[in-house]
Structures are given as structure tokens and as C-alpha cells.
């Protein structure tokens, strides 16, 4: 089954904190897993990972992708009160079937 | 790059008449668009996979004759919402996917309310 799990559902910080969302996948046809953050409207694409330890950096977040243990990390360091938002994990299937299959978010919020 | 527009961003119709949204890849083509929707607090529920030039593919339970999707060119699809009710209100997210690895883009979303 192609399922995605996200933990946890809900945290909450005090900005300077450092937090680290986790989102585990089935095995099953995996090409790539995606990040999103999504706040008030769509998501936004944040990173996409499809080869196992090599880690993606964008200023304060960073992303990286075991396939060996089906799971990637989103590191979000100095936390800020707008990183608060809805992080999405999305797993994207190999072959011709192009469906992402999402995993139901972790809602940050970071407290000033 | 990669941005992808949707219009129009927000609608308020009456019960029984057909909203057209359009989903628009600005600065790429895209042979493969996606149309979602997402209640409050809930995650993206894919309603169907939009390919250029050819029918759409649904997702189960997705009703084909009430989402009427066209993607006639490389740049635009449309999800048409045909006799509106009221259960039919929610946010529509579409995406356009793009790369060698599938990249997916999101509008900004559509939403609308059914009275």
C-alpha cells in the first residue's frame, strides 16, 4: 500500500527552537519523496528527494532522505514565528502513474 | 520559474449553475496537471489526473460528469464544476508537473462557495 506517515500531527515551539518533522513511506514504486509548506493557500514546493543521504539546504531548512529505513527528515533551525504552516511529505511513484500520494502534515506553530 | 496561476481565485455561486476554474503553467508546459481539493484541516484529496490532449483520469469515487476537466493545450486545464451545491464548496488546488522527476508546481488556489 502506498501509504505516507507523518509525525508528529501538531507541534508546537518557541521561536530559536530547532524542530525536526519525519515522514516515513512504503517501499512500493518510490522514484522521489517531496516536501510542501502549505500556510493560508496551496502548498509551496520546498525540496525534492530522490537519492538517499545527500541533503538539501535552503537558508534554514534541510532535508534528507534514508531509503535504506523508507524515511526523510525536514530540519527547520531558528525557528521563526512565519515558518508556522502545514509541512507536507508527498511520495512520487516510479513508472507512468505520476500521482503524488500525501501524507496528512505536521502543523507547526512557533511561538514568539 | 514555475509558477502556475489559477483563476479565479475566489467564487461565491448559487446552488445549481457551473463554475469554470482555469489552472494555468505561466512560464513551462506541462503535458500533466493535477486537480485537488481540501476541506478545512484536512490534507489535498486528488480528484483527477489532467493529461494534455486526451481524458482525464479520475480518482475513485470522483464523479467524471459533475468535474468536467479539459486540458486542451500544454499550458492550460480547467476544471468545470457543472450544477454546484452546496457540499461542493472547498478549496480546488491544481498543479502542474514539470522535470525529468515530476516536479509538481501549485496554483494558489480556487476557493468556492456553493449557496
Known amino acids: 500500500e502506498d501509504k505516507v506517515v507523518q509525525s508528529p500531527l501538531s507541534l508546537v515551539v518557541h521561536e530559536g527552537d530547532t524542530v525536526t518533522l519525519n515522514c516515513s513511506y512504503e517501499v512500493t514504486n518510490f522514484r522521489s519523496l517531496l516536501w510542501y509548506k502549505q500556510e493560508k493557500k496551496a502548498p509551496t514546493f520546498l525540496f525534492m528527494l530522490t537519492s538517499s543521504g545527500i541533503e538539501k539546504k535552503s537558508g534554514r531548512l534541510s532535508s534528507i532522505l534514508d531509503k535504506k529505513e523508507l524515511f526523510s527528515i525536514l530540519n527547520i533551525t531558528a525557528t521563526q514565528t512565519g515558518d508556522s504552516a502545514v509541512y507536507l511529505c508527498a511520495r512520487l511513484n516510479a513508472g507512468n502513474n505520476r500521482k503524488l500520494i500525501w501524507g496528512l502534515g505536521t502543523s507547526l506553530a512557533v511561538n514568539p | 520559474g514555475a509558477v502556475v496561476s489559477q483563476h479565479p481565485s475566489w467564487v461565491i455561486c448559487k446552488s445549481g449553475t457551473s463554475v469554470k476554474i482555469e489552472c494555468r503553467s505561466l512560464d513551462f508546459q506541462a503535458t500533466t496537471m493535477f486537480w485537488y481539493r481540501q476541506f478545512p484541516k484536512q490534507s489535498l484529496m486528488l480528484m483527477a489526473t489532467?493529461?494534455?490532449?486526451?481524458?482525464?483520469?479520475?480518482e475513485q469515487g470522483v464523479e467524471k460528469d459533475k468535474f468536467l476537466i479539459n486540458h486542451a493545450s500544454l499550458t492550460l486545464s480547467t476544471l468545470t464544476v457543472t450544477s454546484a451545491h452546496p457540499e461542493d464548496s472547498s478549496f480546488y488546488i491544481c498543479?502542474?508537473?514539470?522535470?525529468?522527476?515530476?516536479?509538481?508546481?501549485f496554483g494558489p488556489g480556487t476557493r468556492l462557495t456553493v449557496l
Open positions: 498543479s502542474a508537473q514539470r522535470g525529468a522527476y515530476n516536479e509538481q508546481f
Open positions: 489532467s493529461n494534455e490532449g486526451s481524458k482525464a483520469t479520475y
